[in-house]
């Protein structure tokens, strides 16, 4: 069975502070999707990045990166120099790669709150 | 349109009646996702839907779940005789496959 794990359920910050949301996954499946996405309080959940489970490249898209390391199933998320923007809650999500629609199995969040 | 559209918004019933919960999803997405996303949990899957194949109704909770996807574009999620627990926004996703799922602002169900 797939499992996502994310144990900080909140974490609160000063803007500019860089800050690490961790995730942690569990499947049988030796080939796999993960992906990030934000909810901020309008609610819509917003799609931030899919991996592939060959890829264990890094990932930066401007202050976001993104930490993929299979020998440890985890796949962490960090914002450099925060922004009162950027709180919200953020669910790390895990799916088969098999041909076809495939659901998501979603961690339970981490709410991200970025104090001015 | 540009996005996966949720109605209504909200929605306030009684305990005991049936809802009706619509998602138009992105033109030419052939995936429909449901899941559900209640107070302080994450989100629970439900039901998805792709082409033409039998939906996969693992997630749902129980048989006064049900929904179907007529056309292979909209698709309607039925609650029949609601009851408190559930209580939750229900979030519909569409995907081409599994690259980009989108999702819907949700609808926002209170069973009182």
């Known amino acids: 069975a797939q499992k996502v794990t994310q144990a900080q359920t909140e974490i609160s910050v000063v803007e500019k502070e860089d800050v690490t949301l961790d995730c942690v996954y569990e499947t049988r499946d030796t080939t796999y999707y993960l992906f990030w996405y934000k909810q901020p309080p309008s609610g819509e959940l917003v799609f931030l990045i899919r991996?592939?489970?060959?890829?264990?490249q890094n990932e930066i898209s401007g202050r976001y990166s993104w930490n993929f390391q299979k020998s440890t199933s985890s796949f962490n998320f960090t914002i450099t120099a925060s922004q009162v923007v950027d709180s919200a809650v953020y669910f790390c999500a895990l799916s088969e790669a098999r041909r076809g629609a495939q659901k998501l199995v979603f961690g339970q969040g981490t709410r991200l709150t970025i104090n001015p | 349109g540009a996005g996966v559209s949720q109605s209504p918004s909200n929605k306030v019933t009684e305990k005991g009646k049936d809802v009706e919960l619509r998602c138009d999803p992105i033109s030419g997405h052939t995936a429909l996702y449901w899941y559900r996303q209640s107070l302080g949990q994450g989100l629970e899957f439900l039901i998805y839907?792709?082409?033409?194949?039998?939906?996969?109704k693992s997630g749902l909770p129980s048989d006064r779940f049900s929904a179907e996807r007529t056309g292979g574009s909209v698709s309607t999620l039925t609650i029949q005789r609601t009851q408190q627990e559930d209580s939750a926004v229900y979030l519909c996703?569409?995907?081409?496959?599994?690259?980009?799922?989108?999702f819907g602002s949700g609808t926002r169900l209170t069973v009182v």
């Open positions: 996703a569409s995907s081409l496959e599994q690259y980009g799922y989108t």
């Open positions: 991996r592939n489970s060959f890829d264990e």
């Open positions: 839907f792709q082409g033409n194949s039998a939906p996969d």
